[in-house]
């Protein structure tokens, strides 16, 4: 009996000459590394589909309450500070659903983005498992914590987003509009589909300085640049907390700060990599000349 001919082909290229993996292994490990990383995001799906009373009356629809934590310190905030503005959701959006299957569509939804929250650090330890084999033990030595640093920053950024930046997004979002003869009546969707996305967008901010220490280690970006462009950053910041955040100086400071220390701790982040390479070249060469003079 013929062995087929793509297992003929599997069994002849399985080892190179070096002894190390071929394309198409290469491609069967990273088939199974994903294969483990969607199996963790559903299991955190379904335990997700399982408690939506959790996921979306205690999570979700919160930051649309009075009650919520947020819009409650905001509002002793006002009293004492004699700004009204800032007491923020105290009438909540009612929310409608204009489909027959809306609302079971949201919450499979929600329960695969809730999954893919939960399992973010198994996730992300599966794919830097596939490309940690391919760096030098130096390299290996420097991205040493990545998969924990990174989890606990997109974390605080998932945090960020859902404690601060939504409630002020709900409250202006929900409160616009164009004409006094328009009533707002927001459809589920189009609700939840605000909350995850900030919370998200916030979750992926809070990855810049892995992202920068990455990059400033291929040299690809530099503190020079950083420096250069910190005012361009800046500005966009303002523009985007204006945009959320009620009237006041207060909540624009809320939103800002945060982001913009961010932006300043991935300066620090660059200078220390290229730094600390730079001293590595000179001890390389250093060694080099020794060698030689030997």
């Known amino acids: ?7 003929r082909k599997n069994r002849e290229t399985s080892n190179n000459a070096d002894g190390e993996m ?6 069967e490990e990273l088939r199974w590394h994903i294969i483990r990383a969607l199996v963790a995001v559903v299991a955190g799906a ?3 589909f399982v408690f939506k009373n959790i996921i ?3 999570v979700i629809l919160a930051p649309n309450n009075p009650d919520f934590i947020t819009n ?4 002793q905030l006002a009293d004492l500070m004699n700004v009204p503005a800032l007491c923020i959701n105290q009438d909540p959006i009612d929310l409608i659903s204009i489909k027959m299957s809306g609302q079971f569509t949201t919450h499979i939804n929600i329960s695969l983005v809730a999954g893919l929250i939960i399992a973010f650090p198994y996730v992300f330890w599966e794919f830097w498992s596939f490309f940690r084999p391919a760096l030098y033990d130096k390299e290996r030595k420097y991205a040493r914590g990545a998969v924990s640093m990174a989890s606990l920053l997109f974390l605080a950024g998932v945090v960020f987003g859902y404690f601060i930046i939504t409630p002020l997004s709900i409250n202006f979002l929900g409160s616009y509009r164009v004409s006094d003869v328009i009533t707002n009546q927001i459809n589920i969707t189009s609700y939840i589909g605000s909350v995850t996305s900030v919370a998200l967008s916030a979750g992926i901010t ?3 300085p892995i992202v920068v220490f990455f990059l400033a280690r291929v040299g690809i970006i530099t503190p020079e640049f950083m420096r250069k462009y910190r005012r361009h ?3 966009l910041v303002l523009v985007l907390a204006a945009v959320i955040t009620p009237p006041d100086v207060f909540s624009l400071i809320l939103v800002t700060i945060p982001l913009i220390l961010l932006y300043e701790v991935s300066i620090f982040i660059a200078a220390s990599v290229i730094r600390k390479r730079a001293e590595d070249d000179e001890a390389e060469a250093a060694k080099g000349t020794a060698t030689a003079k030997e």
Not at 22 to 27: G, S
């Open 1 to 7: 009996m013929q062995m087929p001919a793509m297992a």
């Open 72 to 75: 409650r310190i905001l509002c």
């Open 56 to 58: 979306f009356d205690k």
């Open 22 to 27: 071929t394309f198409l292994q290469h491609l």
């Open 206 to 208: 809070f990855e810049l």
């Open 233 to 235: 950053a800046i500005v």
């Open 46 to 48: 379904i335990i997700a």
